[in-house]
C-alpha cells in the first residue's frame, strides 16, 4: 500500500538497514557472483563518484557534456584495450546483458540491409550466456546451438555445419561464464567472415580480465580485434572492471559501416529529435562516473595487481579441490572462473554443507556443479573456503533435493 505520511528519514534509513540484514555477505567474501569486489580504498571512490552524479541523466549528452566525455573516455581506454582497430566505436550501457541486446540487434539489421536475410539466426555455444536468448527472444531471431568440444569450447566443426543463409550473428565467448573457458574465436569468427556474417566476442567477464593477464606474462589465446572477422565485443565495467553496477561498453569494429546499424532515431511526433544507442531512455549517469572514476584511480598498474590478486587466489583454490580425490575442475578455465563437481559424490550435498557454513557457492547443471568468480577480497578468504570445501566432502550427507538447489540468477 502507499504509505499515507512520510516518514522520518533515519526511520526509512534504519528500515532499509533491517531489510539488508537477510542479504548476502558480499564484503567478507562469502559471495562468488554477482559482486566483484577490489576492496575498501576502491569502494570508497565509487562511493563518492555515484554521489557526485546521483541525479543527472545521460540521455541527452549535450545537456551534461561532462557526462558525453567521460563515456567517450571509457568507450575509448575499453576499445584500445581490446585493440579495436582506428575507425572503431561504441557506446556505454547498462550491462552485458544489454551490450549483448544492442550487438545483435545491430547483426540482424546488418543481415537485413547487406544479405536480405528474413529468418534470422543466431548460431552460439551452448555455454554462451541467457542474454543472447533474451535479446532472440526480444528481437525475433532463432538460435542454434553449438555443441562443446571434450574441453568445453565451441565444436568448430559443428559450427561449421550450423551457419547457413539466414545466419545473421555468431558468437564466441571469452571466457564463458559456467566453466571460464575462451572458445575457439579465429576459428568461429572466420567461419563467419567469410560469409559476411557478424561476429560477437562475448567478453563481458574477460574485457577487463584477459587483457591484463596477457600483459602480466600468461598466454591468452586471441580472442580481440586482433582476430579479423570479430565486428562487435562487449566488455563489462561492473564486472572486473569493478565499476559498481549498471556499467558495460559494446564495441564495433567500424563506426561507420556496422555501428550505424544499432542506432535508433525518431522525430515524426511533436518532441522534437530523438536517437539513442542502447535500450534505456532516461539513462542513470552514476555509472558512467564510476566507470569513469575507477578506470582513472586504479589505471593499468592498479588492474595489473587486482588482477594478479584474483588469479593466483583463483589457481589457489583451484589446485585445492584438484587435490580432494572425490572433486573435479570441468575444463581447463584459464583466468578466474571455475566450476567443480564430481563423478563419485553428490556435488549439491556438499553444496547444502558448505551453504550452512555461509558461503554462497552457485549451483550449476549440465554437468552438475559449483561456480566461482574469484575476486581479489577472496585471496583472504581462499584458504578457509578450502578447509571448509575438504571437511564438507568428508561429512556430506545427501543433498536436501532440487528446491535447495536451486541459487537463483548468478551474474
Ligand atoms: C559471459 C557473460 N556474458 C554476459 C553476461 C551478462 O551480463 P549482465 O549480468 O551484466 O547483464 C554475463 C554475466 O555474468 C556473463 O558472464
Redesign the pocket.
Known amino acids: 500500500m502507499f504509505p499515507e505520511k512520510g516518514l522520518a528519514r533515519e526511520e526509512v534509513l534504519e528500515r532499509m538497514r533491517t531489510l539488508k540484514k537477510a542479504d548476502a555477505d558480499w564484503q567478507g567474501g562469502r559471495t562468488w557472483s554477482l559482486i566483484y569486489p577490489a576492496g575498501e580504498e576502491v569502494d570508497e571512490l565509487l562511493r563518492d563518484a555515484n554521489n557526485l552524479y546521483m541525479f543527472e541523466n545521460a540521455l541527452n549528452p549535450f545537456r551534461f557534456p561532462s557526462l558525453r566525455q567521460m563515456e567517450i573516455d571509457v568507450v575509448g581506454v575499453t576499445a584500445s584495450l581490446l585493440h579495436a582497430p582506428e575507425g572503431a566505436d561504441g557506446c556505454m550501457t547498462s550491462?552485458?546483458?544489454?551490450s549483448?541486446i544492442m550487438a545483435v540487434k545491430a547483426a540482424r539489421e546488418r543481415a537485413r540491409a547487406e544479405r536480405g536475410v528474413t529468418k534470422p539466426e543466431i548460431v552460439l555455444p551452448e555455454s554462451a550466456?541467457p542474454?543472447f536468448y533474451k535479446a532472440a527472444t526480444y528481437l525475433g531471431l532463432e538460435t542454434k546451438q553449438i555443441p562443446l568440444d571434450k574441453d568445453l569450447r565451441a565444436d568448430v566443426d559443428a559450427a561449421a555445419g550450423l551457419i547457413g543463409e539466414q545466419t545473421a550473428l555468431v558468437v564466441g565467448?571469452a571466457p564463458?561464464?559456467p566453466f571460464g573457458t575462451v572458445d575457439p574465436i579465429p576459428e568461429l569468427a572466420a567461419l563467419a567472415s567469410e560469409r559476411g556474417i557478424s561476429f560477437h566476442t562475448?567478453s563481458?567477464?574477460g574485457g577487463f580480465l584477459l587483457p591484463f593477464l596477457e600483459k602480466l606474462g600468461h598466454p591468452i589465446p586471441p580472442f580481440d580485434f586482433r582476430v579479423p572477422g570479430v565486428t562487435t565485443m562487449?566488455a563489462?565495467v561492473?564486472?572486473y572492471g569493478y565499476a559498481t553496477k549498471g556499467a558495460?561498453v559494446v564495441l564495433h569494429r567500424e563506426r561507420d559501416h556496422l555501428m550505424k546499424y544499432q542506432l535508433f532515431v525518431f522525430d515524426n511526433w511533436p518532441g522534437g529529435f530523438y536517437g539513442s544507442f542502447a535500450m534505456a531512455g532516461a539513462r542513470p549517469a552514476a555509472p558512467i562516473a564510476a566507470a569513469w572514476a575507477v578506470i582513472h584511480y586504479l589505471g593499468e598498474e592498479g588492474y595489473r595487481r587486482l588482477v594478479s590478486n584474483a588469479y593466483e587466489a583463483a589457481q589457489r583454490i583451484r589446485s585445492g579441490i584438484e587435490a580432494i580425490p572425490e572433486l573435479r575442475v570441468w575444463g581447463d578455465p584459464l583466468a578466474t572462473l571455475l566450476s567443480f563437481g564430481s563423478e563419485k559424490i553428490d556435488i549439491f550435498a556438499v553444496a547444502d554443507v558448505m551453504d550452512d557454513r555461509g558461503w554462497h557457492l552457485d549451483r550449476q547443471t549440465g554437468p552438475n556443479a559449483l561456480h566461482m568468480m574469484v575476486s581479489p577480497i577472496h585471496a583472504r578468504v581462499a584458504d578457509t573456503l578450502l578447509e571448509d570445501l575438504r571437511s564438507a566432502v568428508a561429512h556430506h550427507g545427501t543433498s536436501r533435493g532440487t528446491e535447495a538447489r536451486y541459487s537463483g540468477p548468478?551474474?
Not at 550491462?95 to 544489454?98: A, D
Open positions: 550491462g552485458g546483458t544489454e549483448i550466456h542474454a565467448s564463458n561464464y562475448d563481458c567477464v562487449s563489462d561492473h564486472k558495460s548468478a551474474d
